[in-house]
């Protein structure tokens, strides 16, 4: 076997393996845009929502999409040590996290989707349903507040706590008579259930609890909020949120590290899609883009008789 044959059969023998391993590569992957199976991290204080897009997507396509839901920081760290790749968070990722992504050769899509809010709720015993921003501020800063018992937080590394103590400028980690739980669920039943606490949860859970925590949303009343600078209380209501009134406001983001193009892709363009809108639109939220609206214009009017 001369030279020239021998390379000619080292270099098919490389190119067949070269295909292999790209082709082993692709079909490796679990998902394309509407097809497949993929998991989504999603911060537990927006994941009424979250569910509710899922269920319509996967009924649209053949695609099943795996929820886990996580405080903000857990989500974070998963998506750093590459566990987590497609991620809805309430907020966007910083320039640090971003350049550690880009250190491992990831460039995250960053995509906003919609406009939540954070509620602060209170037993209905009390008939107060009005709370002054300054005075979250002040008790986060150990001021006493006599309209203030406690401050309860779902958790100590979730997105309404990061929130609430970049505005107070203090972590709410071992302050006096602040405490958290582990999700949004219990702070609504404890709140329910002891007078005197002001609960801090996301706006989602209010407009989409699931049906076993109607007993509790009874016992509890959703306060309107005065902003720092403002006069006038403004509850977190669609239309509050959308005109800027209402002073606790967050956008919504999904963030895509999967790197092709898969389900998170998939699954974002849903939602930022008219379908998707309209879904947040009638969860209580606001959407990122207004769904349009189709008028049509009849020539003739047909009148019906009353029977």
């Known amino acids: 076997m001369n030279k020239f044959v021998k390379t000619t059969i080292g270099f098919l023998l490389l190119t067949l393996l070269f295909v292999f391993s790209c082709q082993k590569k692709s079909d490796d992957r679990q998902d394309t845009m509407t097809k497949g199976k993929a998991t989504i991290y999603v911060d537990e204080s927006i994941l009424p929502i979250i569910e509710d897009g899922e269920a319509v997507f996967e009924a649209e396509y053949t695609a099943k ?36 992504f880009e250190s491992k050769k990831i460039m995250p899509k960053i995509t906003p989707f919609a406009t939540d809010a954070i509620a602060l709720i209170r037993n209905n015993t009390t008939n107060d349903t009005l709370i002054d921003q300054q005075d979250v501020i002040d008790f986060l800063n150990g001021k006493t507040i006599s309209s203030i018992k406690g401050l309860v937080f779902d958790n100590a590394n979730s997105s309404t706590a990061r929130y609430m103590s970049e505005m107070a400028g203090v972590s709410i980690v071992n302050q006096k008579n602040v405490f958290s739980f582990k999700t949004n669920e219990e702070v609504i039943k404890y709140v329910a259930e002891n007078n005197g606490m002001i609960g801090v949860i996301g706006m989602n859970w209010i407009y989409q609890s699931p049906l076993e925590l109607q007993e509790e949303l009874d016992k509890i009343n959703v306060l309107s909020v005065k902003a720092k600078t403002g006069n006038n209380y403004f509850s977190p209501t669609q239309e509050n949120v959308a005109s800027g009134n209402y002073p606790l406001a967050r956008h919504l983001y999904i963030i895509n590290c999967q790197g092709y193009s898969g389900l998170g892709m998939g699954f974002t363009t849903f939602l930022v899609g008219e379908r998707g809108q309209r879904i947040i639109l009638k969860s209580g939220l606001v959407p990122e883009h207004t769904p349009g609206r189709k008028i049509v214009i009849r020539k003739t009017i047909t009148k019906d008789k009353i029977k």
Do not use: G, Y
Not at 69 to 80: D, F, G, T, V
Not at 82 to 96: G, Q
């Open 65 to 100: 999409l795996h929820l886990v839901a996580q405080s903000e920081n857990e989500i974070l760290n998963a998506m750093l040590k590459d566990t987590a790749k497609i991620a809805v968070m309430a907020r966007p990722l910083s320039a640090k996290e971003i350049k550690a």
